[in-house]
């Protein structure tokens, strides 16, 4: 575990070669899952020899990572969110990010998760104790740093076989084009969604059940800030929709014993406010953008689609890697710029 700024920039320079930076694994663990905003707790690194954890906890000056990664080529696994969180809390994404998911999906490889592949690759089966464990809690447990080190300790030797085999495929410049176009969009800003309320299963829902479902939405989100954990910890989007039903039909909703008193108050005035809005104030359903159909449009999309499954079969990859339905459609539908939403191998397979 390095925890110092001092034994930070010590190791850093001995991953160097000349005074750059080299190949390196790079991982990383948040607090999603036990505080409600995330924070990194933890940065997992290897440069094939050395395997260390550290801890942007205890150290205040992180810079040192920063301007080394900003130089690096790295390889991390499943790294959108990984890039997303080197963004928000390191300020940089390497210039180079290879990702073992998507080559080893490139490649046929069914199971793709980091532990399937480490058992594909290198026969070994990790242990997945640690998976939710609240990372920043310190010290650590054995188990724990055992855990996130493993994170790295195989992702290089894998990357190596993976590479070796997507030449040998013909498949190299569709990873390399597929990992440059996963890092430009970790490198735009993500926008938070507007209407965040507006959970899975809100469209069916008229104006007053988005105005009900509005308020105790909010209602979640405030209790969730208060008591410094995620929303889903006060209750699930399931629970919020059910809760929102009963409102409609006229009903009281029934909240869990163990809710205590203050949050069963804000939750009674929430509803009480929201039975208050006028109509003309109340959200409105979101229509959706209809593509303009023409009586080709069908058999234009079932012959992409046929096209696609053929060709994936042959490759013995998943269809949805070449193209996704909703791509296929705004083909079929003749959109201006649909052929751009696809990367130059996936149309060169499809024959665009």
């Known amino acids: 575990m390095i925890d110092t700024e001092k034994e930070l920039n010590t190791f850093l320079r001995q991953c160097s070669h000349e005074g750059a930076p080299v190949l390196c694994a790079v991982d990383t663990e948040a607090d999603s899952l036990h505080r409600y905003s995330e924070s990194l707790c933890l940065v997992q690194f290897s440069d094939g020899k050395r395997h260390v954890l550290i801890d942007p906890l205890a150290i205040d000056d992180l810079s040192a990572l920063r301007d080394y990664l900003a130089g690096a080529t790295c390889w991390m696994h499943g790294a959108d969110y990984d890039m997303h969180m080197l963004k928000t809390n390191l300020g940089v994404i390497p210039p180079t990010v290879f990702d073992t998911q998507i080559g080893a999906r ?108 509005r308020a105790l939405w909010l209602w979640r989100d405030a209790e969730a ?63 959706g953008e209809r593509r303009r159909k023409d009586k080709q449009f069908d058999a234009r999309l079932d012959s992409l689609i046929a096209q696609r499954n053929k060709v994936a079969e042959n490759l013995g ?10 791509v296929l459609e705004a083909l079929a539908a003749k959109q201006e710029g649909a052929e751009d939403l696809l990367l130059n191998w996936q149309r060169k397979l499809l024959g665009i």
């Open 106 to 213: 490139l490649l046929g490889v069914m199971k793709f998760g980091y532990g399937d592949l480490v058992a594909h690759y290198m026969d070994v089966q990790l242990e997945k104790t640690s998976q939710k464990a609240d990372w920043a809690k310190r010290p650590l447990t054995p188990v724990m740093e055992e855990y996130a080190l493993n994170d790295v300790v195989y992702l290089l030797p894998i990357a190596e076989m993976i590479v070796s085999q997507l030449k040998e495929a013909g498949r190299y410049d569709w990873f390399t084009e597929s990992c440059e176009a996963a890092r430009t969009k970790s490198m735009e800003k993500r926008k938070e969604k507007e209407d965040r309320w507006r959970i899975k299963g809100s469209g069916k829902l008229d104006p007053r059940g988005l105005n009900y479902l």
């Open 225 to 287: 800030a208060q008591w410094d954990r995620p929303p889903f910890m006060v209750t699930g989007n399931k629970q919020l929709l059910e809760w929102t039903a009963t409102l409609l039909e006229g009903g009281k909703p029934i909240l869990p014993r163990h809710f205590r008193g203050s949050r069963i108050r804000n939750f009674n005035q929430a509803v009480a406010e929201a039975a208050k809005v006028e109509e003309a104030d109340m959200p409105q359903r979101i229509r």
């Open 317 to 326: 990859i998943d269809g949805s890697l070449i193209a996704a339905r909703a």
